[in-house]
């Protein structure tokens, strides 16, 4: 198994960990998460991938840092996923904003989404421009 194999297995991991955490302090407090909750949740989460991904590299070096033309293939396909799917959440933000009246959240979400595309492009653009 690659490295990035085992770092998608260790991002998943860590994903569903904090996830059933966060979740579950979800549905305790009723649908109501208290902001005090997300820091430790963010924290919990980069700790897993953090020591996973160290575990990983000392565990075999020499994989670390090679990836192959299916690796960079498997990685773009994820992105293009994920990519997707935090759109289609900043898209639901934006209803929900507009149908509740809460502007700030609606506004804040499309101003990420444009901020998204904003870098997506000039990555884009950077990485013709260089011959990439």
């Given at each position: 198994?690659?490295?990035?194999?085992k770092?998608?297995w260790?991002?998943?991991?860590?994903?569903?960990?904090?996830?059933?955490?966060?979740?579950?302090?979800?549905?305790?407090?009723?649908?109501?998460?208290?902001?005090?909750?997300?820091?430790p949740?963010?924290?919990?989460?980069?700790?897993?991938?953090?020591v996973?991904h160290?575990?990983?590299?000392?565990s075999?070096p020499?994989?670390?840092?090679?990836?192959?033309?299916?690796?960079?293939?498997?990685?773009?396909?994820?992105?293009?996923?994920?990519g997707?799917?935090l759109?289609?959440?900043?898209?639901l933000?934006?209803a929900l904003?507009?149908?509740?009246?809460?502007?700030?959240?609606?506004n804040?979400?499309?101003?990420?989404?444009?901020?998204?595309?904003?870098?997506?492009?000039m990555?884009r653009?950077?990485?013709?421009?260089?011959?990439?």
């Amino acid at each position: 198994m690659s490295f990035q194999e085992k770092s998608a297995w260790t991002a998943l991991a860590a994903t569903l960990i904090v996830g059933a955490v966060y979740l579950g302090k979800l549905s305790a407090s009723g649908g109501i998460i208290a902001p005090g909750w997300l820091l430790p949740a963010v924290i919990l989460f980069s700790t897993i991938l953090i020591v996973g991904h160290i575990a990983i590299a000392v565990s075999n070096p020499k994989t670390a840092d090679t990836a192959d033309e299916r690796d960079r293939d498997i990685e773009r396909k994820g992105e293009v996923a994920g990519g997707f799917t935090l759109g289609s959440f900043v898209f639901l933000i934006l209803a929900l904003g507009v149908i509740s009246g809460e502007w700030a959240f609606a506004n804040l979400a499309f101003i990420g989404l444009l901020a998204s595309e904003l870098v997506k492009a000039m990555w884009r653009v950077a990485l013709y421009r260089r011959g990439a």
